[in-house]
């Protein structure tokens, strides 16, 4: 919930949100995400592996406040393609919440 609502708030800087909301915000699944794998070869530890990553991500949501440093753009979403999609280059500043 969270994140849909951070996704939400903050389109502009985080500009994915076709892929996965579709126009009334509720989540959509594209049939090309596969994650974790599909039909008998499954990750057995997909639920494990998203509860890691949530706390891992709210763990640092709530040390770290995450900003564009000052004159730098922001980061291009489109990507580099590859064997994975992979992130471009880009800088960000990361500061302790007090």
Known sequence: MFVKHLIIKHASFVNFTERFLDSSG???TPGSFLPFG???RVCVGESL???ELFLF???LLQ???FSVPPG???PD???RFGVVLQPQRYSVRVTPRH
């Open 72 to 74: 730098a753009s922001l």
């Open 26 to 28: 509720k989540r959509v």
């Open 57 to 59: 991500a709210s763990r």
């Open 77 to 79: 979403l489109q990507g």
């Open 63 to 65: 040390r770290f406040h």
């Open 49 to 51: 592996a998203r509860i």
């Open 38 to 40: 599909a039909g008998p």
